[in-house]
C-alpha cells in the first residue's frame, strides 16, 4: 500500500504506467475503487492511497467504491449481511440488534476520540423527574441535519449543525449498517461510575421501528437489554471504536441501560444516530 504523499505526481504517474499500481483508495473511509474514479480524482492528497492489487487493498479493511465498482460493492454488501449480520441477531425474540465489533485501528479510534472529547459542544445533561429538576455528571450533545427538537425526560434539546467529524462516523455508521440517519444523540461518561438507567428510545420525536446506530470510543463498557414482559437479559461488551445497531421493534419490547461500574476511570463517548420524524 502506498501513500499519495509518499510521491512526486511525476513517479506515481510512472508507477501506474510500469503497473506497479492498480487502485486507489480513501485512507479514512477505508474505501478503494479505480484510478479513474471520480470520486477519488476529488479526494485530498493526504487522503489517497494506492494498491498493487485488489487483495492487498481487502486485506487491508478496505471495502469496495459504491460509484466506479457497483458490482463489487453490492457483492460486498450482500456478504456483510450474510456473515456479519445472518446469523448474529444478540435478542432472542421480538426486536434486532447487531454487534459488528471494532471498525476502526487502536490508532484511529484514539484519534477520534480525542476529536470528539475537545470538538463537541458538551453540556451536563437536565432531567425532570417528579417535577424536580436533576443535572447530570454525564455530559450529552445533540446534531442534525437541521435544528431537530427533541424531548426526553421532561427536557427538550435543539439540534446542532454537524462538525465534518460526525459526518464522517454518520458515513461509516450508515455505509456498515445499510441503514440512514439524520441526527445524532452524544453521551459523555467521565468515568465507569456515570452510567444510564433502564429505559427505551422510542420518544415521540423518533421514527417508529427506526434503526438506532450506536458508535463508542474509550473506555470498553458492558451494555445490557431487558425484555419488558418476560424480564430476559442480554448482555455485550462494548470495545474502543466498536458499532452496534438496534432496530425493527427493539425499543417496542427492549429497555437498555449502561451499568455503572467503580472499575473504570477512563471516559467513553457513544454516539447514537437516530432518524427525527419530520
Keep these: 500500500m502506498f501513500l499519495h504523499s509518499q510521491f512526486t505526481d511525476a513517479a506515481l504517474r510512472q508507477k501506474i504506467k510500469q503497473k506497479q499500481i492498480y487502485l486507489g483508495g480513501n485512507a479514512k473511509l477505508k474505501i478503494y475503487g479505480t484510478l479513474s474514479c471520480a470520486s477519488g480524482k476529488r479526494m485530498q492528497k493526504e487522503t489517497r492511497v494506492f494498491f498493487v492489487s485488489e487483495k492487498e487493498a481487502i486485506e487491508n479493511g478496505y471495502r469496495p467504491c ?3 465498482m457497483k458490482n463489487d460493492y453490492q457483492k460486498w454488501k450482500m456478504d456483510l449481511f450474510t456473515n456479519e449480520t445472518g446469523s448474529s441477531n ?5 426486536g434486532i440488534v447487531h454487534y459488528y465489533g471494532t471498525l476502526f485501528s487502536i490508532q484511529q479510534a484514539n484519534a477520534l ?3 470528539l472529547l475537545t470538538g463537541i459542544e458538551w453540556r451536563n445533561d437536565e432531567a425532570i ?3 424536580k429538576r436533576i443535572i447530570t455528571k454525564r455530559k450529552v450533545a445533540w446534531y ?9 425526560s421532561n427536557t427538550t434539546k435543539r439540534a446542532l449543525p454537524w462538525t465534518e467529524d460526525l459526518l464522517l462516523l454518520k458515513r461509516i455508521t450508515e455505509e456498515k449498517t445499510g441503514e440512514t440517519y439524520n441526527s445524532c444523540l452524544l453521551n459523555l461518561y467521565h468515568t465507569g461510575e456515570e452510567g444510564m438507567a433502564w429505559h427505551s428510545d422510542a420518544e415521540k420525536d423518533l421514527k417508529r421501528n427506526g434503526a438506532i446506530g450506536s458508535l463508542s470510543f474509550g473506555a470498553t463498557r458492558k451494555f445490557s437489554f431487558k425484555h419488558k414482559q418476560d424480564k430476559t437479559t442480554v448482555s455485550v461488551v462494548l470495545e474502543h471504536g466498536s458499532l452496534l445497531v438496534m432496530k425493527d421493534t427493539t425499543q417496542t419490547y427492549w429497555l437498555h441501560r449502561l451499568p455503572p461500574t467503580t472499575r473504570i476511570s477512563k471516559p467513553r463517548v457513544n454516539l447514537t444516530f437516530r432518524t427525527i420524524v419530520e
Excluded at 444478540?90 to 421480538?94: A, V
Excluded at 442534525?144 to 426526553?152: A, H, V
Design 90 to 94: 444478540l435478542l432472542p425474540k421480538d
Design 113 to 115: 476520540l480525542e476529536k
Design 129 to 131: 423527574i417528579f417535577g
Design 144 to 152: 442534525g441535519d437541521r435544528d431537530f427538537e427533541y424531548s426526553y
Design 66 to 68: 459504491g460509484h466506479c
